[in-house]
Structures are given as structure tokens and as C-alpha cells.
């Protein structure tokens, strides 16, 4: 089986930094995009940001050029880097995968996979 832990979060005052970090473990044959997500309270949740395996990234509008998301295929581990944090950051985080693994009769099957989540709270 798959697990994505999420590690990282916190509280932060408005304008400071955290990092994130998603470790995905398990019988992974191979990972394709992997992701970040966020839900505040009474809100749907919402992507952030995805990498693909060849390292494309793509940003939801609110958080271009103050997030970074980067990930370490050796480790088969996923980063966000969010600096100038604003309240309106405050969430749960989740990370997600698109993960292949190899089933009894060696086909591959692929699906989404999800961490537990980590909360980030931005305030003063």
C-alpha cells in the first residue's frame, strides 16, 4: 500500500515563512504529478500547486511568487516553500500523488493518493 505524510506546519505571524514536506512510502512502482491542496474552514478545497515528474509547476493565481513547490524523486518526497504567508493562507494542507503500484498479476494500476493533512494558521 501507499502513504503520503505531510509534515511542516504551524503557526506563523503574517509575512513569515514555513516548508512542507510530503513523503510518500509504500509499494510504489512509480509517481507521476504530485500536489498540494488547501481547504479553509467552510471553504472547498483548492489546489495550490502540482509538479510533474519532469519538474513542470503550476500555481493557483493567489500564490505566484510567494510559494515554491519542488520535489526530490530520489526520496520520492514533495516540498512547498511558502514565504510572505498571509492570513488568508491559513488551511489545511494536503498533499497528493498520482502513484502506480503493482498488483498481483503485474499490472500497473494508478491512482490519486492523499496525506492526512497539516494545518497552517498565518496570524498575529
Known amino acids: 500500500q501507499v502513504q503520503l505524510v505531510e509534515s511542516g506546519g504551524g503557526l506563523v505571524q503574517p509575512g513569515g515563512s514555513l516548508r512542507l514536506s510530503c513523503a510518500a512510502s509504500?509499494?510504489?512502482?512509480?509517481?507521476?504529478?504530485m500536489g498540494w491542496y488547501r481547504q479553509a474552514p467552510g471553504k472547498e478545497r483548492e489546489l495550490v500547486a502540482t509538479i510533474t515528474g519532469g519538474g513542470s509547476t503550476n500555481y493557483v493565481g493567489s500564490v505566484k511568487g510567494r510559494f515554491t513547490i519542488s520535489r526530490d524523486n530520489t526520496k520520492n518526497t514533495v516540498y512547498l516553500q511558502m514565504n510572505s504567508l498571509k492570513p488568508e493562507d491559513t488551511a489545511v494542507y494536503y498533499c497528493?500523488?498520482?502513484?502506480?503500484?503493482?498488483?498481483?498479476?503485474?499490472?500497473?494500476?494508478?491512482?490519486?493518493?492523499w496525506g492526512q493533512g497539516t494545518q497552517v494558521t498565518v496570524s498575529s
Open positions: 497528493n500523488g498520482y502513484i502506480s503500484t503493482v498488483q498481483n498479476m503485474g499490472d500497473i494500476s494508478w491512482l490519486d493518493y
Open positions: 509504500g509499494s510504489i512502482f512509480s509517481i507521476n504529478s
